[in-house]
């Protein structure tokens, strides 16, 4: 056992209005220290349900994760999530958001002097300072992602997890994001599993692709380890064969293998699951 | 102050105040001149449509006490409220000044006299009866909002507690306070019993009876906002293992302020309106008295006068309105709270 973080057949069953609905089936996954790894898989197959598992956010139904040899089971500052939106609270300002998650993992070990510096740290590191006083709705997307990502990075995690993180962004912003997440990565060599749909994102950025087949019952299609050597730039990798035979490779799995049914009728997706399971609480506002 | 020059609704609020004072303090001309002709004028000729419909309407309606009154006649009525405010104040003043000398004198002639002051038992006028209102309405709402606030929350943040209490506010909900009036005034009587009574009990039912209304609104909007949180914002403070407190304060509470705020505000405008017809039910004294007095008084001046009053009414309900929103752009973070 000297795998940094294990995923052991995990399989999740969620109870639906139409009976249970086995989302993921049996995922087992073991990723080392420093290692960045994609999750890659068609809308619905249960990409984010595998990374709330490991975030804590969801509980497997059988199996688990483990981190350092310890289960984990409810979510903490280790496993920090950047979110697909973002959600940074928009009454506090730039600073105020990153200085919140600073103040809860640090406010014993650490000064406050030391905390404002680790926030400040933090922003320069996406390149936000300048906007330090500033309210998300102020800024960009773009730059709110950036936020989002200061926010999980000055948690000093064990493990980055980041669900889509830059799906919502347009694919200009989206490439200088790349960007400076490899640039970021190459200083920090953080543990990180990224959700993507964005092929390209994922031969980039990771070290392992891993693919996931078609839900209900998900599980890991197969896994391809990126060799391109770091770091790497998009403009030279653009005509580089090893390159595109990866990108084919993935493109081949999710478009071949595993092409998704044109009208998913008799899949709910797992966001809908997630909606059932919520207690209702409906209220009439006056 | 949100752009109100994009936002084609607001033609019909307050923007034009607000240009009003742009224009006043004489910036971007240009821009202002085209907004003034937008916020300022159009809202002035819909004005005087109105009261040019209003005066010719008013003019063919014979009432037992009179033609209908019209503007010219409610602003008479108006200048004549004022003058007989003053002249009130006036006496009320004189009163003072002759108890005052009376005392002196006696002091002079008998030093061991314990000099006594009566207060002044006049009519109140149209504007003393506007105070009383008020007070009573924000002492109401004062008590529903302290009430209500906390009540919300709690309600929001455990599903079963909300279960617990929804059927009672479902049912209280659409009650009309007046109902509860006779019950209010007749608990009033037999649980105020005081020889030196710190509030008039009139006034506590006026106040407890908008109390009544002014619960609802506010409970219900709380609660959705308190349960509507972001659930991505939730599972923020799920990763950052926020302790319960500090996941109330930062996130929760924050989160349902705009919500809570529209509740405040729906309260304050019904607590406003119910009010004045408490006032009137109950004779209680305030603005709702006035309108009853008037209109039991009869004089050809009544209805003239009791236009006066709704007028007032509606003015001071706009401006309570407009003053929670004030409030609530000052305290929360939604700067774009619309103004309607």
């Given at each position: ?83 697909q ?48 006083n ?22 000093e ?31 920090l ?96 506002a006056? | ?41 159009i ?23 009179g ?12 200048v ?29 002639t ?89 509030f008039?009990?009139?006034?506590l ?57 529209t ?5 304050l ?26 209109f ?6 009544s209805?003239a006068r ?33 103004l309607?």
């Open positions: 056992m000297t795998n940094y973080l294990s995923l052991e057949s995990l399989s999740i069953t969620f109870d639906t209005d139409n009976g249970p609905l086995n989302v993921l089936n049996d995922i087992s996954l073991k990723i080392d220290k420093g290692e960045f790894i994609s999750l890659i898989g068609h809308s619905g197959c249960g990409k984010s349900t595998v990374l709330n598992i490991v975030a804590g956010l969801l509980q497997a139904s059988s199996g688990g994760v483990l981190l350092e040899n310890r289960e984990v089971d409810e979510p903490g500052p280790d496993r920090a999530v950047v979110f939106n973002h959600s940074l609270l928009p009454w506090l300002t730039v600073y105020e958001n990153v200085r919140l998650a600073v103040d809860q993992v640090f406010k014993k070990t650490r000064s406050k002097q030391q905390r404002h510096d680790w926030t400040v740290h933090n922003l320069e590191l996406v390149h936000m300072a300048h906007a330090m500033q309210r998300p709705s102020e800024i960009s997307g773009g730059m709110k992602q950036r936020v989002g990502i200061a926010r999980a990075l000055a948690m995690p064990k493990v980055l997890l980041m669900d889509e993180p830059f799906g919502a962004l347009d694919s200009l912003t989206r490439t200088h994001m790349q960007d400076s997440l490899m640039e970021i990565q190459a200083n060599n953080n543990t990180v599993i990224m959700i993507t749909h964005d092929v390209d994102e994922a031969v980039l950025l990771s070290d392992r692709i891993v693919m996931m087949s078609n839900g209900p019952a998900a599980t890991v299609g197969e896994i391809l380890k990126v060799d391109l050597e770091r770091p790497r730039h998009r403009l030279a990798l653009a005509a580089n064969p090893t390159y595109n035979h990866y990108r084919a490779e993935v493109l081949h799995f999710l478009h071949e293998r595993h092409a998704q049914p044109d009208v998913p009728v008799t899949q709910p997706t797992v966001e809908i699951a997630e909606e059932a399971r919520k207690p209702a609480l409906k209220v009439a006056g | 102050m949100i752009p109100s020059i994009l936002n084609p609704r607001s033609s019909f609020n307050t923007a034009w105040l607000d240009k009003l004072q742009g224009a006043l303090q004489g910036e971007h001309f240009v821009k202002v001149t085209t907004g003034l002709s937008r916020h300022l004028l809202p002035l000729i819909a004005i005087a449509v109105f009261l040019g419909v209003w005066a010719a309407a008013a003019s063919k309606i014979d009432t037992s006490l033609t209908f009154p019209g503007p010219a006649k409610v602003w008479e009525q108006t004549q409220l004022n003058k007989e405010h003053r002249a009130e104040r006036e006496k009320e003043s004189a009163f003072y000044e002759r108890q005052h000398a009376r005392n002196a004198e006696r002091m002079k008998d030093p061991g006299y314990e000099p006594k002051i009566r207060s002044y038992t006049g009519k109140p006028t149209f504007f003393d009866q506007i105070v009383t209102s008020l007070v009573t309405v924000a002492t109401g709402f004062l008590i529903a909002s302290l009430i209500a606030i906390p009540v919300g929350i709690v309600c929001g943040m455990s599903a079963t507690l909300y279960q617990a209490l929804n059927p009672l506010i479902q049912i209280f909900k659409p009650v009309s306070p007046l109902a509860w009036l006779p019950l209010v005034t007749m608990v009033v009587s037999a649980v105020y019993v005081s020889d030196d009574p710190f008039a009990k009139s006034f039912t006026s106040a407890i009876t908008v109390t009544l209304c002014c619960l609802w609104p506010t409970i219900i909007n709380t609660t959705v906002g308190v349960s509507s949180v972001d659930k991505d914002l939730l599972n923020v403070s799920r990763v950052l293992r926020l302790g319960w407190f500090t996941k109330t304060m930062k996130i929760i509470l924050p989160s349902a302020t705009p919500m809570m705020f509740g405040l505000r729906l309260s405008g019904i607590g406003w309106m119910v009010l004045i017809a408490a006032e009137m039910l109950a004779q209680n004294p305030g603005l709702g008295k006035f309108v009853w007095d008037e039991q008084n009869g004089s050809s001046d209805l009791i236009m006066v009053a709704v007028l007032a009414i509606g003015f001071i309900g706009f401006l309570l309105d407009r003053g929670m929103l004030m409030l609530q752009r000052r305290v929360t973070w939604d700067r774009n709270a619309v309607r």
